[in-house]
């Protein structure tokens, strides 16, 4: 059974990049989709960008300039920037499998601010 | 983008009550190459990360009670819960995923009345 688990700092400063990781654990990433997903607290979900572990990618336009997914096969990885972060980007990061995510992370909130 | 469009915003059902949560694509999501629809269910409880209850709009997740079910095709799409329970409490959301950027529906809040 797939598992996930997100990794990183829990607050950003303004104008800095955000740096996540999702470990992927009882399975190989060698194989589906991986995306990112954020919600920020109370609202509702939005699809970050999602990387195939050839690494080849795609990211939703919104964020597209800020965006960077990347895959480390030999660790079972995959990692997200986001740069230039305002407060609109706090959230719960998630990481999840497939096109119909139908495994998640427990998530990560990531707070911007100085 | 297809925008996806959730009614009603929250509902309220009695136990053992059946509840209906529908869902509109601003385009089709069913894909005439393979005769599926790209669009899934999740429900998601406070704190917890969603969890996925519906894929390919009708087919159960393993391990999803059978008391829920997807239905539709096109651009218009329902969930039903055949009999509520107090543990599905919770905020559903639907999600196509035939065109990237995937996109969710602004969510339903079910809750016990």
């Known amino acids: 059974q797939v598992q996930l688990q997100e990794s990183g700092p829990g607050l950003v400063k303004p104008s800095e990049t955000l740096s996540l990781t999702c470990t992927v654990s009882g399975g190989s990433i060698g194989t589906y989709y991986w995306s990112w997903i954020r919600q920020p607290p109370g609202k509702g979900l939005e699809w970050i960008g999602y990387?195939?572990?050839?690494?080849?990618?795609s990211y939703n336009p919104s964020l597209k300039s800020r965006v960077t997914i990347s895959v480390d096969t030999s660790k079972n990885q995959f990692s997200l920037k986001l740069s230039s972060v305002t407060a609109a980007d706090t959230a719960v990061y998630y990481c999840?499998?497939?096109?119909?995510?139908?495994?998640w992370g427990r998530g990560t909130l990531v707070t911007v601010s100085s | 983008d297809i925008v996806m469009t959730q009614s009603p915003d929250s509902l309220a059902v009695s136990l053992g009550e059946r509840a209906t949560i529908n869902c509109k694509s601003s385009?089709?999501?069913?894909?005439?190459?393979?005769?599926?629809?790209?669009l899934a269910w999740f429900q998601q409880k406070s704190g917890q990360p969603p969890k996925l209850l519906i894929y390919w709009a009708s087919t159960r997740e393993s391990g999803v009670p059978d008391r829920f079910s997807g239905s539709g095709s096109g651009t218009d799409f329902t969930l039903t819960i055949s009999s509520l329970q107090a543990e599905d409490v919770a905020v559903y959301y639907c999600q196509q995923y035939y065109n990237t950027p995937y996109t969710f529906g602004q969510g339903t809040k079910l809750e016990i009345k």
């Open positions: 999840t499998k497939r096109g119909y995510f139908d495994v």
């Open positions: 990387i195939y572990y050839s690494g080849s990618t």
């Open positions: 385009q089709s999501v069913l894909s005439s190459s393979n005769n599926n629809n790209f």
